[in-house]
């Protein structure tokens, strides 16, 4: 059974980086056909795709944040991570590590997601 | 690239159905048959419950079904039991090679 799980700060202050990994265990991050994804949810709202990375390294983001990500991945860690520049408070919100299914279009395994706050 | 339309709730009684629909463009719902809905209790990671528009993962109760008609995706939760109770949000490819969501349908079990 795979499982992810994010690690990294809870906490952020405006305009600095945040940062988080995502370590994939119960499977190889090599094995198979997946894209592995960062999705992000704000209190009380929807989920908001950020974007992906393969095991090429090859990435996909989302418009509205692609100046500010980037994503990577790791595979003799088994880890892929997340970064993005020059927070505010808008980025505040529960990031979730997910792989997907390449040229199937779902999301299949999810991590627990990690809480993000973005404050002084 | 626009957050695809959900109804904010819906309720029903146990043993009845009820219908999510999601409704966006020809540049995502309409032009892909990569619609996907999620299920997420409070506190907990969204969990697949259809993709492909009506295919149901491994797992999944028979009681949730999808379809699809133009640009609008629906969920069907048959026989409603009250561990339905929940949010359930719609996914689908779009033409900008991105993944749009929901903003959420709240199922109460009445």
């Known amino acids: 059974q795979v499982q992810l799980q994010e690690s990294g700060p809870g906490l952020v202050k405006p305009s600095e980086t945040l940062s988080l990994t995502c370590t994939v265990s119960?499977?190889?991050?090599?094995?198979?056909?997946?894209?592995w994804t960062w999705i992000r949810q704000p209190a009380e709202k929807g989920l908001e795709w950020i974007g992906r990375t393969y095991i090429s390294g090859s990435t996909n983001y989302n418009p509205s944040l692609k100046s500010r990500v980037i994503i990577s991945i790791d595979t003799s860690k088994n880890q892929f991570s997340l970064q993005l520049s020059s927070v505010t408070a808008a980025d505040t919100a529960v990031y979730y590590c997910?792989?997907?299914?390449?040229?199937?279009?779902?999301?299949?395994?999810w991590g627990q997601g990690t809480l993000v706050t973005v404050s002084s | 690239q626009s957050a695809l339309t959900q109804p904010a709730s819906v309720s029903g009684s146990p043993g009845q159905s009820i219908t999510i629909s999601c409704t966006g463009t020809s540049s995502d719902v309409g032009g892909f048959n990569f619609v996907s809905w999620y299920q997420q209790h409070p506190g907990k990671a969204p969990k697949l419950m259809i993709y492909?528009?009506?295919n149901r993962p491994s797992g999944v109760s028979n009681r949730f079904s999808g379809s699809k008609s133009g640009n609008t995706a629906s969920l069907t939760i048959s026989g409603l039991q009250p561990e339905d109770e929940a949010d359930y949000f719609c996914s689908s490819y779009t033409s900008s090679t991105i993944y749009v969501f929901g903003l959420g349908t709240k199922v109460t079990v009445l």
């Open positions: 997910v792989r997907q299914v390449m040229g199937k279009g779902y999301f299949d395994y």
């Open positions: 492909e528009v009506s």
């Open positions: 119960g499977g190889s991050i090599n094995g198979g056909n997946y894209a």
